[in-house]
């Protein structure tokens, strides 16, 4: 049983501020599994029958959420409660760490080293400090460093976030809350409000989507990588309306799909010597009407966001990326992407428009509002892989593979769900069919150098190497 005071202050030490991530949730299950399993063996030995390490892990699988909870409750006995406290930047800062289930945080910071091992806050080089930067998990701070500004693209860490608190030259005063174990917030009025999953920069620059409403600062800004020179692609997140965009490096793994595995998946393929050189936006007053535009030096034009059947919005060019790797900030949060932010300038738009792609007037109408629409043309088409759907019925899109390691993306396509990929250099001919799920909803059913047959195909569409291929979703 545990005293309500006690449980009031795990209730501190343990609250998250924010959803954690699932390689954390089986980061902190193996660290839990790693410390309690010796200890286990070294309890029993003398008392039962020695039973092997792999015996004692399940055990200890078993007793994961009673260990967690004793640990937590070993770490009160120093509690000192609540508490919100002030420190000045005039003067020399100093902190302290401790240990929570595998992870270091800072205990305290003040203007005095209050205990022995105390950390002095110190910057890089000889001139002065412009910021605080405060690094954080979903369980508070992790580290505390003085630095200035750096126009450097730097290496995300998952599952920490940055606070930035710019430093006044004349010095300032910074409110340290703890929960009696580690610090969990610094703050001095809005500095440091939004958290970046890097360093901030200096001067962000913030397209809000919203359509002549007044929107607040956003609360978490995430990134993905633009222009890397190994990028295969980007992908985009859409549940009512966009919530994440995620950058493919070759060689990378398929864990961005764990993260999000809900919700529909856009796709944007782009060669080796191929870069984004233009990013528009589409603003609305509703989430789902929302959209990015890209476009490559390739001239490939990409929508990551939905056809509008009534009513389309005009796009406005908000970035032109450089041909170096860049990062591209995004609003993340319940609502999804409220907002982009860019560190340069306010790019010159010099007469340009973007041209949206258009449906093909052969498409299956469905009776949705708005719908997904992709194109890309099938010259010289030599290999096609399907993108399954989850349960296996049906495909949701395609990947197209042309000379020159070329390819093009129609429909819904997540790289962790793709087909058995084929060629259709010998044949003059390739089909889709369609069926409806419930009656009512058209889907592909396969796809083929075969003309399909079956009760559930309800109509084929025969292709060629020449022409559009043509995608709605």
Same mark, same amino acid.
């Given at each position: 049983?545990?005293?309500?005071?006690?449980?009031?202050?795990?209730?501190?030490?343990?609250?998250?501020?924010?959803?954690?991530?699932?390689?954390? %949730? #089986?980061?902190?299950?193996?660290?839990?599994?790693?410390?309690?399993?010796?200890?286990?063996?070294?309890?029993?030995?003398?008392?039962?029958?020695?039973?092997?390490?792999?015996?004692?892990?399940?055990?200890?699988?078993?007793?994961?959420?009673?260990?967690?909870?004793?640990?937590?409750?070993?770490?009160?006995? &120093?509690?000192?409660?609540?508490?919100?406290?002030?420190?000045?930047?005039?003067?020399?800062?100093?902190? &302290?760490?401790?240990?929570?289930?595998?992870?270091?945080?800072?205990?305290?910071?003040?203007?005095?080293?209050?205990?022995?091992?105390?950390?002095?806050?110190?910057?890089? &080089?000889?001139?002065?400090?412009?910021?605080?930067?405060?690094?954080?998990?979903?369980?508070?701070?992790?580290?505390?460093?003085?630095?200035?500004?750096?126009?450097?693209?730097? %290496?995300?860490?998952?599952?920490?976030?940055?606070?930035?608190?710019?430093?006044?030259?004349?010095?300032?005063?910074?409110?340290?809350?703890?929960?009696?174990?580690?610090?969990?917030?610094?703050?001095?009025?809005?500095?440091?409000?939004?958290?970046?999953?890097?360093?901030?920069?200096?001067?962000?620059?913030?397209?809000?989507?919203?359509?002549?409403?007044?929107?607040?600062?956003?609360?978490?800004?995430?990134?993905?990588?633009?222009?890397?020179?190994?990028?295969? /692609?980007?992908?985009?997140?859409?549940?009512?309306?966009?919530?994440?965009?995620?950058?493919?490096?070759?060689?990378?793994?398929?864990?961005?799909?764990?993260?999000?595995?809900?919700?529909?998946?856009?796709?944007?393929?782009?060669?080796?010597? %191929?870069?984004?050189?233009?990013?528009?936006?589409?603003?609305?007053?509703?989430?789902?009407?929302?959209?990015? &535009?890209?476009?490559?030096?390739?001239?490939?034009?990409?929508?990551?966001?939905?056809?509008?059947?009534? /009513?389309?919005?005009?796009?406005?060019?908000? %970035?032109?990326?450089?041909?170096?790797?860049?990062?591209?900030?995004?609003?993340?949060?319940?609502?999804?992407?409220?907002?982009?932010?860019?560190?340069?300038?306010?790019?010159?738009?010099?007469?340009?428009?973007?041209?949206?792609?258009?449906?093909?007037?052969?498409?299956?109408?469905?009776?949705?509002?708005?719908?997904?629409?992709?194109?890309?043309?099938?010259?010289?088409?030599?290999?096609?892989?399907?993108?399954?759907?989850?349960?296996?019925?049906?495909?949701? /899109?395609?990947?197209?593979?042309?000379?020159?390691?070329?390819?093009?993306?129609?429909?819904?396509?997540?790289?962790?769900?793709? /087909?058995?990929?084929?060629?259709?250099?010998?044949?003059?001919?390739?089909?889709?069919?369609?069926?409806?799920? #419930?009656?009512?909803?058209?889907?592909?059913?396969?796809?083929?150098?075969?003309?399909?047959?079956?009760?559930?195909?309800?109509?084929?569409?025969?292709?060629?190497?020449?022409?559009?291929?043509?995608?709605?979703?």
């Amino acid at each position: 049983m545990v005293e309500p005071l006690c449980l009031q202050a795990l209730l501190r030490v343990t609250s998250f501020t924010h959803e954690t991530t699932e390689d954390e %949730e #089986q980061r902190r299950r193996q660290w839990l599994r790693s410390s309690l399993t010796p200890q286990l063996e070294a309890y029993h030995v003398s008392r039962v029958r020695n039973l092997s390490s792999e015996l004692w892990y399940y055990i200890a699988d078993d007793l994961l959420q009673t260990y967690a909870s004793a640990k937590a409750r070993g770490t009160l006995p &120093g509690y000192i409660g609540t508490s919100i406290s002030s420190i000045t930047t005039t003067e020399r800062m100093w902190c &302290g760490f401790t240990e929570y289930e595998g992870i270091c945080y800072v205990s305290w910071l003040s203007n005095s080293p209050k205990e022995h091992g105390a950390v002095l806050l110190t910057s890089d &080089g000889d001139s002065a400090p412009e910021c605080l930067l405060v690094a954080e998990n979903h369980l508070g701070i992790t580290k505390l460093s003085l630095a200035k500004f750096c126009d450097k693209v730097v %290496e995300e860490r998952p599952g920490t976030w940055w606070r930035t608190i710019r430093l006044d030259s004349r010095g300032m005063n910074v409110d340290v809350e703890t929960d009696g174990v580690k610090l969990r917030w610094l703050a001095r009025g809005k500095l440091g409000r939004v958290a970046w999953n890097v360093p901030e920069p200096k001067k962000p620059r913030f397209h809000y989507f919203t359509n002549g409403v007044i929107r607040p600062v956003p609360d978490r800004m995430a990134s993905f990588l633009a222009n890397h020179p190994e990028a295969t /692609g980007y992908s985009f997140v859409w549940d009512c309306g966009l919530v994440y965009i995620h950058a493919h490096i070759a060689g990378e793994g398929l864990a961005c799909y764990r993260s999000f595995p809900h919700g529909s998946r856009l796709y944007m393929p782009v060669d080796s010597d %191929e870069f984004i050189t233009e990013i528009w936006q589409r603003k609305g007053y509703l989430p789902r009407e929302w959209a990015i &535009g890209f476009v490559t030096n390739k001239d490939r034009i990409f929508v990551a966001g939905a056809y509008l059947k009534a /009513g389309q919005r005009p796009y406005h060019l908000i %970035e032109r990326p450089s041909r170096q790797l860049s990062r591209i900030y995004f609003e993340t949060s319940a609502d999804g992407i409220g907002a982009l932010a860019f560190a340069t300038d306010v790019p010159k738009e010099e007469n340009s428009s973007f041209v949206c792609p258009q449906p093909s007037p052969n498409r299956v109408y469905v009776s949705t509002e708005s719908f997904f629409f992709s194109s890309h043309c099938l010259s010289h088409l030599e290999e096609i892989t399907p993108c399954l759907a989850t349960d296996a019925m049906g495909v949701t /899109g395609l990947i197209l593979h042309f000379p020159g390691g070329h390819r093009g993306s129609v429909g819904e396509v997540r790289l962790d769900s793709l /087909g058995t990929r084929f060629a259709v250099v010998d044949t003059s001919s390739w089909f889709l069919a369609f069926g409806k799920r #419930q009656n009512v909803y058209p889907y592909v059913l396969t796809v083929g150098m075969c003309r399909p047959e079956g009760a559930d195909v309800q109509h084929v569409l025969e292709l060629s190497r020449v022409g559009r291929s043509p995608a709605t979703v």
